[in-house]
């Protein structure tokens, strides 16, 4: 009973390994810190962000394709009235296409993405601005970590895009869990 035991929890524990490896498609969930740059960074504190991801690759190929939508949000900064507040968002959902090297028996597969995408900006409280939505681009560098039978990923991309006529550009630093 015990040897059966023993091979049932052994079995359970290295199923998502040998799951994950035939799988095309993932689905991944994710959020950090992100730090706004250019010309955000004069009206916006570092704030936070969440992704959704569905990911299709293959173990044989390096290429793959991303499909994410990603929440950053940023605190303002220099609101006039004493005790306002404000925040700025930007929503997005961009197509991204990945290229991961390859690399074989190491818990780390490291990969360049990039892509593109519509952005939707908006601000509230203090700072109404209206919504705005518009193209933008992001590139980045992240790398697959695979921790006890977990498929998960740590990355930092840079994401640029318009508003009103300045540009609109921020880095999220995410980490997340790919199901």
Same mark, same amino acid.
């Given at each position: 009973? !015990? @040897?059966?035991?023993?091979? $049932? /929890?052994?079995?359970? +524990?290295? %199923?998502?390994?040998?799951?994950? %490896? ?7 969930? *994710?959020? =950090? /810190? ?9 009206? %916006?504190?570092? =704030? ?8 299709? *690759? ?7 394709? @991303? ?13 006039? /009235?004493? =005790?306002?507040?404000?925040?700025? #968002?930007?929503?997005? $959902? ?6 991961? +090297? ?5 818990? +780390? ?5 990039? *892509?593109?995408?519509?952005? !939707? ?6 700072? /109404?601005?209206?919504?705005? &939505? ?17 498929? &998960?990923? +740590?990355?930092?991309?840079?994401? @640029?895009?318009?508003?009103?006529? #300045? ?13």
């Amino acid at each position: 009973m !015990r @040897r059966w035991l023993l091979t $049932a /929890a052994c079995a359970m +524990l290295f %199923a998502p390994v040998a799951v994950e %490896a035939q799988r095309p498609l993932s689905i991944g969930l *994710g959020g =950090g /810190a992100t730090i706004p740059t250019g010309d955000l960074r004069t009206n %916006a504190n570092t =704030g936070w962000n969440a992704l959704g991801t569905v990911a299709l *690759g293959s173990l044989m190929q390096p290429i793959g394709l @991303r499909l994410d939508v990603a929440y950053n949000r940023f605190g303002g900064r220099g609101i006039p /009235a004493a =005790g306002a507040s404000g925040n700025l #968002s930007v929503g997005s $959902a961009t197509l991204n296409a990945s290229y991961r +090297l390859p690399m074989t028996d190491s818990p +780390l597969s490291p990969y360049v993405i990039s *892509g593109l995408g519509a952005y !939707r900006t908006d601000c509230s409280g203090a700072l /109404a601005c209206g919504a705005t &939505t518009r193209y933008g681009w992001n590139v980045g560098l992240g790398t697959k970590l695979n921790l006890l039978g977990a498929q &998960t990923f +740590l990355e930092a991309r840079y994401h @640029r895009t318009k508003r009103s006529g #300045s540009t609109v550009q921020f880095f999220p630093i995410t980490v997340g869990l790919m199901l």
